[in-house]
């Protein structure tokens, strides 16, 4: 499973990376519709009570035409921002009071299902910004979410002794959390050294890396809710090793409106 799961990821590092430099904007917004709206949101149904194959078909469109409207109309960026803010305040606080014995999520079909439009939409939306901005801290980013999971990972396997959120994500520990902290902030400290940003431009860089980091996890968490709540171990099987879309994004979803805008507080928007 390591082995496939391994190489599963290399593949996909190769082609986002090439997505990520060699396609131009329009193209990539595009791209990345399909993908982070399109197959995320087919996921999402398919976890939060669309069980009939129209119905995630007719979630899926939704998602779609809504996504491209609010892309037409170009709304602000902030005001975008703000709504994701929001949504993923009202997330945080679902995860905790999380209970998993909670008939929250039963009484109330539309909670799920509606965040997912919300957070769908607005990571996409923020990252068309930031690939616009400059592809590089596309990639930047990316690469920040993904040297937390494996300092995660290996730190959590080496030192892990104190759960995390074990109603949620028993795998997970504090060690684990800890040691993407420590990586991650030498990333982001590298980063902030490629940026033409003064000193205090780039602590503030530096600052909301490292929320975006906080709240990678947080997405993490999010996804393994919703998958409890469904009795899914993973949000589909599209990519061997990985499971689903979701299972390869959840974490970026909460990272991307966190660092864009911060780079909007820096004066880059």
Known sequence: ???????????????????????????????????????????????????????????????????????????????????????????????????????????????????????????????????????????????????????????GKRFGKHKLAPSLSPGKTREGAMGALVVTLLWSCIGALFTDLSLGGGLVFIGFSMLAVVMSIAGDLFESLIKRQAGAKDSGNLLPGHGGILDRIDSLLAAIPILTLGLFVIGRF
């Open 1 to 155: 499973m390591l082995k496939q799961r391994i190489i599963t990821g290399l593949i996909l590092a190769i082609l986002v990376s090439l997505a990520i430099f060699w396609l131009p904007n329009a193209v990539f917004d595009q791209l990345a519709l399909l993908i982070i709206v399109g197959l995320g949101s087919w996921e999402w149904a398919g976890l939060t009570g669309f069980t009939h194959q129209r119905t995630r078909l007719a979630a899926v469109g939704f998602n779609l035409l809504l996504a491209e409207l609010i892309f037409f109309l170009q709304p602000s960026l902030l005001l975008v921002l703000c709504i994701s803010l929001i949504a993923w305040g009202f997330i945080l606080f679902l995860l905790y009071r999380y209970q998993p014995t909670t008939l929250d999520y039963q009484q109330r079909p539309w909670l799920l299902p509606s965040l997912g439009v919300v957070v769908l939409i607005s990571s996409w939306y923020a990252l068309t910004y930031l690939h616009a901005l400059h592809y590089a801290y596309v990639f930047y980013l990316i690469s920040l979410i993904a040297f937390a999971d494996i300092a995660a990972y290996f730190s």
